[in-house]
């Protein structure tokens, strides 16, 4: 291997993903290497990935980090691969961590007060599946039915032009006001797309949400998408450092790299309250337009002309919980939104929601996440 190791990076970087998953492979490059980097030519120079393959194999690379394709393995090179349909046996892989996503995004349509779900995926792509599985699960445990949408058998009918107008009849039939979760934000935008179609209103008789949280697609769609939020920039991270080990050792490790789900971006694909007591909407709004503020149940009762023992009674019969539970889980969520997504010091955070020391946010963050905000960030923050 050269002095300067150099890596051959297949990735799509027209999405978020990609582009955040090769920060963590860059930051982690000025920090144990330099690394060289080699890039496939634009898509409008090459017709194939065996042609781009072709031309990279002129280069006399290391290692390779890319999407699990037999070509990339054909190489020889030791290579990373990304989990676009389904995971390539005997080879390190990238996969996100579906079970957590599903979970979260089963449990955010939940608090919105919905009652019907339902889940738009692709059921030949193995990922897309798993999040099926894992969001029917989370669901019917907790007691509700969930819908699935089958996309057409045909290729010709799975062309996007003509099964917007299938998917479209689907949300139709469904239920109303209902959850969906869709595979991922592209998924999910084409769900909003059929919903246009179709004259249903998002999110009062739909909500919406995706994964990956791709800013810009998700921001794009009218209305913009709430999103599960994968911490991909870490993956990278650790996915350079596994492709290190292997050229160095000359070896093979077949492991599995999770990209972690972290929390959920709220727009307003989900901005709805769908809970038939108008007094307790009301408190849900008041909770989260304040969740900055060191707010108090009386605060609350006041805001929407209740008694405290009046509101008490009617939270937790319709949401299972208390208004004080309900405060402190809208809270954490925000702070663990800046414990991933920021490098704010816990101090700072801290005192940004009112507390004046720390042990206060960590004992009320432990609670809600199970662990202290310090391992939190650890976990799922950027390496």
Partial sequence: MSNIPKVILLLEMSHAAGRKLLRGIIRYSRLRGPWKFYRTPPFYTEESDR?????????????????????????????ICIDIRTKIPGQPNIAGDNSAAAQMAAAHLIE????????????????????AEYFTEYLTK????????????S?????????????????KTLPKPVGIMACNDDRAAQVAEACGIA?????????????????????????????????????????????????RDKK???????????????RQSTDLLAIDDPQIADALRFIKNNARKMIQVDEIADAVALTRRVLEKRFRNK???????????????????????????????????????INNLARCFRKVKGVNPLTFRKQFGIS
């Fill in 252 to 266: 093979t490790y077949p492991e599995t790299i999770i990209i972690k789900a972290t929390h959920i971006v709220t």
């Fill in 319 to 357: 949401l299972g919980r208390s208004v004080h539970e309900e405060i402190v889980n809208v809270r954490m969520e925000l702070v663990a939104q800046m414990l991933v997504e920021t490098n704010m010091s816990i101090a700072n955070i801290a005192l940004a929601f009112g507390y004046s020391e």
């Fill in 142 to 153: 907790a007691g509700f039915e969930v819908r699935h949408y089958r996309q057409p058998s």
């Fill in 112 to 131: 919105r007060g919905l009652r019907h779900f339902a889940y738009c995926g692709f059921y030949d792509i193995d990922w897309s599946v798993e999040r």
């Fill in 155 to 171: 290729r010709r009918q799975r062309l996007w032009k003509n099964e917007r107008q299938v998917l479209a009849q689907w949300l």
């Fill in 51 to 79: 042609a781009k393959v072709e031309h990279l194999k002129q280069i006399d690379a290391d290692g390779i980090i890319a999407r699990g394709t037999s070509e990339i393995i054909a190489t020889g090179l030791p290579a």
């Fill in 199 to 247: 004259d249903i209103k998002v999110p009062d008789e739909i909500a919406i949400i995706g994964v990956d949280n791709d800013e810009l697609a998700c921001e794009l769609c009218d209305p913009p998408l709430s999103s599960v939020a994968f911490n991909f920039e870490r993956a990278g991270f650790e996915a350079a450092a596994l492709l290190d080990k292997m050229m």
